[in-house]
Structure formats: structure tokens, C-alpha cells
């Protein structure tokens, strides 16, 4: 499959965003473990890692098995027949957003899919509907542009700052 | 309304499913109270949820400040818990026993008392979601001077004041030297409201230093731009004044002589204990230790608990969670006990404690 810029995304404004822990906790309900991790920065502000699907995916390039592929509406999903016995997990780390995490329980990795059976019935990623705050939203990738603020970019940059040290600018 | 504009308590179903002639109270419509009542009422329950303030939400709608929490997200989701799903909301109802209360803030806005006896004859199960308002005093002298608020003292009149009811008016801080006591979310949050309704001055006392701020340093920074000042290391010995707040005294390490911070309005942020009804009757203490049959389920057979009221003061993702769990353990435990069952049921999972890394206060 070709990777098209079309399709839907995750996408969490960092700067409205309060830390309150619900996208987790909501997703570990439903997917018994979850799929995006809150981490407090060096500053002490607590916010959640998330997938973002991105249009060129490291994940998808580092898996020799092709057990990352992208669905149809976009999202980059794991295909758990393909990723069980693999003892090198280079998705994990070719993550720039460290949002792939090992796992004891199954397959070696898990990583979010957007809610994959949610959206097969018509239904939107379980965090998005949860978020009190509306931080996090389900957007075509197109509105991406328009939800990136100056004050969401400024908090991404934060947050990047926490994830990669020596890439500060 | 747009569904980005709406926190969809009931998201594990497009649509309820049909009535399955099942009824469920729930005490407390706060995020624990409302994801329980989503996720039953997906399921096709009859769902009664009692509160005894005007509106729901809890600390969402009655502590947290609005800037940094949507009320109208949380209201479009109460509303599509109403129309679409069928909840029937029963606000400014304090649920209670007989025992002489306790005197949490927020009561003066119940008109009607219920029973907890009387929901548990009239429902098949229960669910306790009640939250953690008392706060915690710092029990030291003075604390009882006027001009001493605690921290939800000092925010609940601000949202609630909002929300129309007579009588009931935000802090007159303004123009006054403010300070607040702890460095926790609450703490940030008073410190930012304070200077929003005019303080003339707002000091911040911790007894830890800057890095141990369980608010974090970001904030730390945001509220010293904001114009408040950050005064690490500083243990309240005691408030001054006569009658009404002069100052407060603290303790600074390597330093014989103390401090005086001169206040007209204190407030005092470290943190609230949980207030349920009937603590005692439902056996909390098992619960809290992971000592029962059931996941969630009290003393009393059909009474399960969740939120804030049973972990203690945590954050909006845990407590939603704990409500979530209770909802499916409860309906699992109804299944059963419909097909004489019950001994079948296999807890894998203790009630999870507050994590220190994570809490707020
Ligand atoms: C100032 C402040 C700031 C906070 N900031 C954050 C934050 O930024 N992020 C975060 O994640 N968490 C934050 N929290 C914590 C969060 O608000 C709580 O953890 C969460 O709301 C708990 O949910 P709950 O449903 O258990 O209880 P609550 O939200 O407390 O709801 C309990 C409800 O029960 C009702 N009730 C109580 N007793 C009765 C009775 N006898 N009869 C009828 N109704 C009753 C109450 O009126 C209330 O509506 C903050 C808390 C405070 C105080
Ligand atoms: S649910 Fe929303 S506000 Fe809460 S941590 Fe997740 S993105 Fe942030
Ligand atoms: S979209 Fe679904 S799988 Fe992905 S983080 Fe949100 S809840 Fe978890």
C-alpha cells in the first residue's frame, strides 16, 4: 500500500492539554494496556506521548517483517501475526516520538492504532471522545495545519525538547 | 453541536443498546459518576444519577478553573447522556444516611435529602462516587481567623457563582495581599484566580523547594510571570491577626529568626480527604485494600464505589477509570447473579492506590 498524506490523524494540542491522565487511563480500559503514556517533562509538566501516524513513518521502514502497515484511513497499524517472536523491536527505537512501548503481555510491542475496531463501526478514537479538556482530536490530515496554534507549537517544542535532548536547537 | 465540542461519557457505543430492565443509582455526577453512568447506560440500564449541586461535572464544574477546563464540553456531554442515552440527572439531591453530617462545601446548595437505604430498595445496584471535598487543615494556630479560606473554600464560590445562585459571591481579594499555602494544582489554580480577581500581592509558600513542586516548574514559571511570587522552603508555623488575618509566619531552614508574610487572605491548597456517606457501613477500609469479592463492591452486596471518594484524591483519568471498572464490574456481577453465578466471578485486579508520581496535591 502506498503511503498517502490523505486520511486521519491524532493530534494533541500540548498547550490546552492538562495533563489529567484520561486519554490513558481510557484507552488502558478498552485495549487492556494503553497505548499512549503520560510523561512529566524536565519541567514537570505532565502530558501524553501519542503516535502521530506520521505520513513518512520511521516504525513502518524499521520493521523487517512487515508487521507495521498502514490502514485504510490512514492510521499505521501493527499487525501482531507478524510482529510475535521478533526479538529486535528497532520499531521501538526508530520511534522520534517514543510512542511505541515493549510489552510482557502477547506480541513484543504495542502501539496505538486509532481505536482500529472503534473506527471499523463507525466510532472515533476512544480518547478523543473522552478528553475533558479537547486537547486530543481525531482530524483528517489536511486540518492539521489549522489546529497547530502558535501557543500548541510553542508546548510541542517543549515537549520534543524533553524527548531529545541533544536535538535542541 | 459538534462532536469535538462534547466529552462523550457513553463512548463505548454508538447508541444504547435497548432497555435490559436493569435499574442502577448513581451518587455523584463527577467524572467518575458520569463515565459510570455512560458506560451502563450504553449497555441499555436505567440510570439514575443524584448530586447535590446544581450541575454536574463535580470538580470538573466546581473546582477546576474554566480556563483551563471547557465547561461547555462537559455540559454538551451531560446533555447527550440525557437525551441520547436516557439518564435521568437528579441535581441539588444529597444523598445521606440518618448519622449527623459532616459539612462539606457545596451543601447549601441541596434542596432534597435522600436515603441511601432508599436507592439501594429501589435500584438493582449502586454506585458511590461522592469524590474527596473536605480539606485537609494544616493544624496550625490561626487557622480559624477570617480570611483563611481553604482551597476549595476559595475556588467553589468562584465557578458556582457562576451558575446563578443568590448569595453566593467570588473572594473579595482584590486589592488585598494574598497568600497561598502548597504547590500542588490546587494551590496553582487559587494563585492564578487570585490574581484574575484583583490581589494586590500573591504569595506562594511551599516547604519543599521549587524541584519538589508537585505543580511542576513550567507552572511555577507561568504563575510568576502571571505576577505571583514563589517562596520555597517556607513551613507555616501560624496566621497572624486578630479577628482577621494580618500575616502569616513561617519557618525558613538555617535561619533562627522567622519569617512574616503580611495577608489579608490565606489560602490553604495541601490537598482534601474523601467524605462518604456511610464510610463506616460499607466497609471502605476493604475496599481501599483490594479485601473484597468483587471489584469495587463494598460491605453492603449490591453498593459498589468508585473515584476520588474511595483512592483519595487523584486526577480526572483515574478517577474516570475507576469508575469505568466499577460500571463493567457491577453489570458482570448482575449477569451473574442473574443466572445464580455469582461464586464464578474471578477478581484479577486490586483497586488501584494513587500514585505518588502522579498526584496532584
Ligand atoms: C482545585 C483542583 C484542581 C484540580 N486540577 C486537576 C487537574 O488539573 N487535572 C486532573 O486530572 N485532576 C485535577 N483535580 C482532581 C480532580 O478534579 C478529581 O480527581 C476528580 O474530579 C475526582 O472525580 P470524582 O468523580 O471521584 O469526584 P468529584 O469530581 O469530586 O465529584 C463528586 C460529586 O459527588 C457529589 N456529591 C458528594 N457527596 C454527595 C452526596 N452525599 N449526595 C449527592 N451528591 C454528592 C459532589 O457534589 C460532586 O459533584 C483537581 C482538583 C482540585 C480540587
Ligand atoms: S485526556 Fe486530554 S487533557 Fe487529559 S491528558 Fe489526555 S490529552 Fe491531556
Ligand atoms: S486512538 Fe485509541 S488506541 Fe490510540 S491512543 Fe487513543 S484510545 Fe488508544
Keep these: ?169 | 453541536m459538534s462532536s469535538s465540542d462534547t466529552m462523550h461519557f457513553a463512548f463505548v457505543r454508538p447508541d444504547p443498546l435497548p432497555p435490559n430492565g436493569r435499574s442502577v443509582a448513581i451518587v455523584g455526577a463527577g467524572p467518575s459518576g458520569l463515565a459510570a453512568a455512560g458506560y451502563l447506560a450504553s449497555l441499555g440500564y436505567e440510570v439514575d444519577i443524584y448530586d447535590k449541586l446544581p450541575k454536574a461535572g463535580g470538580l470538573m464544574t466546581f473546582g477546576i478553573p474554566s480556563q483551563r477546563i471547557p465547561p461547555a464540553r462537559i455540559q454538551a456531554g451531560v446533555l447527550e447522556l440525557e437525551r441520547k442515552y436516557g439518564v435521568n440527572f437528579h441535581l441539588q439531591t444529597k444523598i445521606c444516611c440518618s448519622a449527623p453530617l459532616h459539612e462539606e462545601e457545596g451543601d447549601h446548595f441541596s434542596c432534597d435529602i435522600r436515603g441511601l437505604g432508599e436507592l439501594v430498595e429501589d435500584h438493582d445496584a449502586v454506585i458511590i462516587c461522592t469524590g474527596s471535598w473536605k480539606s485537609r487543615a494544616l493544624n496550625i494556630p490561626g487557622e480559624h481567623l477570617s480570611g483563611v479560606y481553604t482551597s476549595l473554600q476559595f475556588l467553589f464560590p468562584i465557578r458556582a457563582a457562576g451558575y446563578g445562585k443568590p448569595g453566593v459571591t467570588a473572594p473579595a481579594v482584590q486589592g488585598l495581599d494574598v497568600v497561598v499555602i502548597g504547590a500542588g494544582h490546587s494551590a496553582a489554580d487559587v494563585a492564578h484566580s487570585a490574581l484574575r480577581l484583583g490581589a494586590r500581592s500573591v504569595s506562594i509558600c511551599y516547604r519543599k523547594t521549587r524541584r519538589d513542586a508537585p505543580c511542576g516548574l513550567f507552572e511555577i514559571d507561568q504563575l510568576e510571570a502571571a505576577g505571583a511570587r514563589f517562596l520555597e522552603q517556607h513551613t507555616p508555623v501560624r496566621f497572624d491577626g486578630e479577628g482577621s488575618l494580618a500575616g502569616l509566619v513561617c519557618r525558613v531552614p538555617h535561619q533562627e529568626e522567622l519569617v512574616y508574610i503580611p495577608a489579608q487572605a490565606a489560602a490553604t491548597a495541601i490537598g482534601e480527604i474523601p467524605t462518604p456517606p456511610f464510610a463506616k457501613e460499607l466497609g471502605l477500609e476493604n475496599v481501599r485494600k483490594g479485601d473484597v469479592k468483587w471489584l469495587n463492591m463494598t460491605a453492603i452486596e449490591n453498593v459498589f464505589v468508585a473515584g476520588d471518594v474511595l483512592t483519595g484524591p487523584s486526577k480526572i483519568g483515574k478517577a474516570i477509570e475507576s469508575g469505568l471498572k466499577a460500571a463493567r464490574s457491577l453489570a458482570n456481577w448482575l449477569d451473574l447473579k442473574a443466572q445464580s453465578r455469582q461464586a464464578e466471578f474471578q477478581d484479577e485486579e486490586r483497586v488501584p492506590r494513587p500514585s505518588p508520581r502522579t498526584s496532584p496535591h
Design chain 1, 1 to 169: 500500500m502506498s503511503e498517502s498524506p490523505a486520511g486521519k490523524v491524532l493530534y494533541v494540542d500540548y498547550s490546552t492539554c492538562i495533563g489529567c491522565e484520561t486519554c490513558e487511563t481510557v484507552c488502558g480500559f478498552l485495549h487492556d494496556a494503553p497505548r499512549i503514556h503520560m510523561t512529566r517533562t524536565r519541567d514537570g509538566v505532565l502530558v501524553p506521548l501519542y503516535c502521530r501516524h506520521c505520513e513518512k513513518a520511521h516504525c513502518i521502514r524499521a520493521c523487517h517483517r512487515g508487521a507495521l502497515a498502514r490502514d485504510r484511513d490512514g492510521a499505521v497499524v501493527l499487525q501482531p501475526m507478524l510482529c510475535r517472536g521478533c526479538e529486535t523491536r528497532e520499531c521501538t527505537q526508530s520511534c522520534p516520538y517514543a510512542a511505541m512501548v515493549l510489552t510482557n503481555k502477547g506480541v513484543a510491542v504495542r502501539k496505538c492504532d486509532m481505536c482500529s475496531e472503534r473506527r471499523a463501526i463507525g466510532l472515533g478514537p476512544a480518547c478523543a471522545a473522552m478528553c475533558p479538556t479537547g486537547a486530543i482530536r481525531f482530524l483528517d490530515r489536511c486540518e492539521l495545519a489549522c489546529a497547530e496554534t502558535e501557543a500548541a507549537k510553542d508546548a510541542e517544542k517543549r515537549v520534543l525538547a524533553h524527548l531529545r535532548p541533544s536535538a535542541n536547537k
